[in-house]
């Protein structure tokens, strides 16, 4: 089944414990993308990557680190989580950069930093 | 003001009622424009996306494009307890380096048996 896979669904911790959410997709798309979703403000692109070792910043991206070493998997790093950043996650993918490309998102990883 | 507005809900519709959802928004340089529907602990899907003004329908949804008016809308007919979800529109500019997104908040519709 064509999916985006993300891991955890749900995560607790607290301020300054390094975390690292997971993005995987079995689809061999080229873009990649991570959004954070907040209540009244919709999502807001943090990360994106056009294909392998490229990545760039979207929206939203201080505090976040991510990286691109392979092209089915886009991990989202937090260095030092801090409460602001208690939100849905969602990694999305697509075939090529575009509008027309549809996106595929995973089901969201749940964050919550005391 | 955000670039995309959009009503939040909750809208509360009986089962086979005509379902309007609307964003504006205040960039005039989008020219693409989706429909993504958000069911409950699960992410987005998109259901519809159009580039020009004017109407596209599929099935029971209808997209709508008013850019002289820098609104947008999705119409739902004959509405199914299935359809209830959380609607986003997004939209995005010409020239759009990362497949950048503008989203609007998100409607939460809920269609009645």
């Known amino acids: 089944e064509a999916q985006v896979t993300q891991n955890p669904r749900y995560l607790i911790t607290v301020t300054g414990k390094k975390l690292t959410v997971t993005c995987s997709q079995n689809m061999n798309h080229e873009y990649m993308s991570w959004y954070r979703q907040d209540p009244g403000l919709g999502l807001r692109q943090i990360y994106y990557s056009m294909n392998v070792e490229v990545t760039d910043k979207g929206d939203v991206p201080e505090g976040y680190k991510v990286s691109r070493k392979e092209k089915r998997n886009f991990p989202l790093i937090l260095e030092s989580p801090s409460p602001n950043q208690t939100s849905l996650y969602f990694c999305?993918?697509?075939?090529?950069?575009?509008?027309?490309?549809?996106?595929?998102f995973g089901n969201g990883t749940r964050l919550t930093v005391t | 003001q955000k670039e995309v507005e959009q009503d939040p809900g909750p809208l509360s519709v009986p089962e086979g009622a005509i379902v309007s959802l609307n964003c504006t928004y205040s960039n005039s340089a989008f020219q693409y424009f989706m429909w993504y529907r958000q069911y409950s602990r699960k992410g987005p899907e998109l259901l519809m996306y159009t580039y020009s003004s004017g109407n596209k329908e599929d099935g029971r949804f209808t997209a709508q494009v008013d850019k002289s008016s820098k609104y947008i809308s999705l119409f739902i007919r004959d509405s199914q307890p299935s359809d209830s979800a959380t609607y986003l529109c997004?939209?995005?500019?010409?020239?759009?380096?990362?497949?950048?997104?503008?989203f609007g908040g998100g409607t939460r519709l809920m269609v009645k048996p």
């Open positions: 997004a939209m995005s500019e010409l020239n759009n380096a990362g497949n950048m997104l503008t």
């Open positions: 999305a993918s697509s075939l090529l950069q575009g509008w027309n490309s549809p996106l595929h």
